[in-house]
T-cell receptor, first 114, second 111 residues
């Protein structure tokens, strides 16, 4: 069974640009969650999607958005990038939802904003 | 915001020794989970313990939960160099809240 796949793995952007990250969950998993990981703040919850609906949202500005498609693949978008958005963005999938069972994480997308 | 806080922040031991990491949290939980992360990689789930459980085992891992003290511990017995990683506790406070991670304990196992 293929694991969670995140693309791209690495990317470099400049301030003001926007970025789209993609996540393909494990087959059959309907929940996809996104986390931002930085050395200073640790792992911060961004949002969770379940069957194409946003089920939970973390405390991030509106520049951070996401969506989920009918095949459970998910994308997140960050607009008007700031230096502080440099981070490892992790996607995780689960069958029932992130608060009832284990999460399966991808390897992450490392974003550097210059 | 962090719910769980791991202690110590960093731990260095010799191969074969046991490693103990602690996690304290602030509010009542539904379940608590432990994850491992190798440098710059994704997280790997280790154990989930529910609020009505006190202890769980998985191979060389033993997790305890004390809800009266709002704390959990992860014990890795007979550590190996391959156990070198960061270990995170994560908590769910109710059925509709997201999983919230602590800042982790960085474990180094020296061969």
């Amino acid at each position: 069974k293929a694991g969670v796949t995140q693309t791209p793995r690495y990317l470099i952007k400049t301030r003001g640009q926007q970025v789209t990250l993609s996540c393909s969950p494990i087959s059959g998993h309907r929940s996809v969650s996104w986390y931002q990981q930085t050395p200073g703040q640790g792992l911060q919850f961004l949002f969770e999607y379940f069957s194409e609906t946003q089920r939970n949202k973390g405390n991030f500005p509106g520049r951070f958005s996401g969506r989920q498609f009918s095949n459970s693949r998910s994308e997140m978008n960050v607009s008007t990038l700031e230096l502080g958005d440099s981070a490892l963005y992790l996607c995780a999938s689960s069958f029932t939802g992130q608060n009832t069972g284990e999460l399966f994480f991808g390897e992450g997308s490392r974003l550097t904003v210059l | 915001s962090q719910q769980g806080e791991e202690d110590p922040q960093a731990l260095s031991i010799q191969e074969g020794e046991n490693a103990t990491m602690n996690c304290s949290y602030k509010t009542s939980i539904n379940n608590l989970q432990w994850y491992r992360q190798n440098s710059g990689r994704g997280l790997v789930h280790l154990i989930l313990i529910r609020s009505n459980e006190r202890e769980k085992h998985s191979g060389r891992l033993r997790v305890t939960l004390d809800t009266s003290k709002k704390s959990s511990s992860l014990l890795i017995t007979a550590s190996r160099a391959a156990d070198t990683a960061s270990y995170f506790c994560a908590t769910v406070t109710s059925g509709n809240t997201p999983l919230v991670f602590g800042k982790g304990t960085r474990l180094s196992v020296i061969a």
